[in-house]
């Protein structure tokens, strides 16, 4: 027991320094209550609707979200948006189908199984409309950084005057919490931007908010139910465990060795 | 082995039995004589069943949903985390199965070397193990290519590079793993093949494992050979079944906390941004099981040498049961030992540690130094203190723990009662 006592101790200490270090380098993300942490973590229903609102009035014209499907939008754990909602909004898109009978592609609106339309044709286009830079696809984006949603959400924000003496080249901003502080894409939230439906004002922290929120959703789609059923599975576990000590209990009470 | 010839007791059990003696086979491992005062560090052998089985049967479903393409396995991937039914927890329960592998084996590694569990007649025990783990590594590393983020692309452009330190052959030699000039659709594939492969042979090994150790038998706390089947004994089922149960039921109560609540907290973020050729990740870092051997390979300045230094390390290992020259198996009894077995296991966190940190300043001397030690440890120390060392005496049966009227009885029934 003491030799155990004894690693855990070393394992904390080197993860504490390990911490301290990282620490001097990063700048602190700006930090908000996220409802999907924790052991019962759930999204928020209007926050994640509130986000996909922000996603596709402002990000979707740069960024491509290629692993989700407009079915995505009303299933459990996600937006819940109705199967009407979602049939609306999926029909609110052109999506290029074919080839037909005659060998041509045509468009039409779009269906609940169709992905996401992708706001360029390919990378290259995507390039060389931003300036070379390719707006990254978002639907795994938070867990690609290693801030995660706190990284996303302090970003958004994260958009200030540099301070004096760096220069910007043409199409780079300077951000705070982007690595190396500069960033090729522009401040994009302000203050009442979007109208959202259900009268939510729109401030910028608000708008980072739900958008990192719908990005975390689309991240992790069964973050819910994932929560839920470990919830279950430890608990199970944990009852599992003391029967099975009791039971080894008694049956090692026939030697005279401690278990 | 003290085996006492099995009988079936009905006709067609007889009849199966003498063609086939799986029925025999049964009754050895449930009567196997195991000593009685094994402590819970002994209960990772089970674990690490658990684990290999684990990654067998989750690996097979994955399998029927990867794509192992450059351009459609990062899709295929995040097809299996949305779109295959409970696809995430396979998948989840796969990746983060892998660390908790790694976690048992070290711990199982590090009570060998504790309880001297590597010592005659248990060397070649030892050496299958040493295979096992070396196996391990390469799947791992396989199997972290295979969903083709950038960590996956460049971890793999690395550590293949390092074949390129080979004299003369070396270029030829990456070429010819890289099926191409770089990593790409012919490594991923190859790479895909061999991480099938390997938990078999693995599975074939732990085999072998196991039957090497049910010749001479456990080893246990206090190191002494035992009478089996005697008082100090007691039949693997239920006794030993029961515990290995409740510890393994204990360890997967830490596996599902990771799988559930942090799925991603052991891997590296680039993972999830699609190999780039055309871009270098700022710090490429391998899995946290690798790093201790990673920080080796980059404390010397030399490539060749560095890779030459990462894998005596691994070899090194292979030929323990020759450099400890103590005839004593337990650190219970080596005073001084017990000092230097911890002072290596900081040893190797610490460079763990500066595995992960970039190679520069105080943490490449740091790594510097922590490389040295290590070797000194295994060449220099182990076979020196087999003949230094004052040890203390050893009982005789575990029933009875200490000799009588030894002035050292208190020390070591304390000693023993720390290390339950």
Known sequence: MKNFFRIIFLIIFLFGFQHNSNAAEKVEYLKTDWSFKGLFGKFDRASLQRGYQVYTEVCSSCHSMKYLSYRNLAEKGGPEFSEAQAKAIAASFEVTDGPNAEGDMFTRPGKLSDKFVMPYENIKAAQAANGGAYPPDMSVLVKARGGGVDYIYSLLQGYEDPPSGITLDDGVYYNKFMYGNKIKMANQLSDGLVEYADGTSSTVEQMSKDVTTFLMWSAEPHLESRHQMGFKAIVYLIILTILVYFSMKRIWSRIETEV | ?420
């Open chain 2, 1 to 420: 082995m003290s085996d006492h010839e099995y009988t079936p007791k009905s006709k067609f059990g007889k009849w199966f039995n003498d063609r086939l003696p799986l029925l025999s086979l049964a009754s050895h491992l449930t009567d196997y004589p195991t000593p009685k005062n094994l402590n819970y560090w002994w209960t990772f052998g089970g674990i690490l069943t658990f684990c290999l089985i684990t990654q067998i049967v989750t690996g097979l479903v994955l399998a029927m949903h990867y794509i192992a393409h450059a351009d459609m396995a990062f899709d295929s991937v995040e097809h299996i985390m949305r779109d295959v039914n409970y696809g995430w927890l396979i998948r989840y329960i796969h990746a983060n199965g892998a660390s908790m592998f790694f976690l048992a084996v070290y711990i199982h590694i590090f009570r060998s070397l504790f309880y001297g569990s590597y010592k005659s007649p248990r060397e070649i025990i030892w050496i299958i193990g040493i295979i096992i783990y070396l196996l391990m590594m390469a799947a791992a590393f396989m199997g972290y290519v295979l969903p083709w983020g950038q960590m996956s692309f460049w971890g793999a452009t690395v550590i293949t590079n390092l074949f390129s330190a080979i004299p003369l052959v070396g270029e030829g030699i990456v070429t010819w793993l890289w099926g191409g000039y770089s990593v790409d659709n012919p490594t991923l594939t190859r790479f895909f093949t061999l991480h099938y492969l390997i938990p078999f042979l693995i599975l074939g090994l732990v085999v072998l494992h196991i039957w090497a150790l049910h010749v001479p038998g456990n080893n246990n706390p206090i190191g002494i050979d035992i009478k089996k089947p005697s008082k100090d004994t007691v039949p693997f089922h239920p006794y030993i079944v029961i515990k290995d149960g409740f510890a393994l039921l204990m360890f997967m109560i830490v596996f599902a906390f990771f799988v559930f609540y942090t799925p991603n907290i052991l891997g590296h973020a680039d993972n999830y941004i699609e190999a780039d050729p055309l871009v270098t990740p700022a710090h490429i870092v391998p899995e946290w099981y690798l790093l201790p051997f990673y920080a080796i390979l980059r404390s010397v300045p030399d490539k060749l040498l560095g890779v030459v230094a990462m894998l005596s390390a691994i070899f090194i290992l292979a030929a323990l049961p020759w450099l400890d020259t103590s005839k004593i198996r337990s650190a219970v009894f080596r005073p001084l030992y017990r000092q230097f077995y911890w002072i290596l296991v900081a040893d190797v966190l610490i460079l763990g540690y500066v595995g992960a940190m970039p190679a520069e300043g105080l943490y490449l001397l740091i790594a510097r130094v922590a490389t040295a030690y290590y070797f000194l440890h295994f060449l220099v120390i182990l076979p020196v203190l087999g003949y230094k060392e004052k040890t203390l005496p050893i009982p005789l049966s575990i029933t009875e723990p200490v000799l009588g009227g030894s002035p050292n009885l208190a020390t070591a029934k304390n000693n023993e009662s720390l290390n339950k």
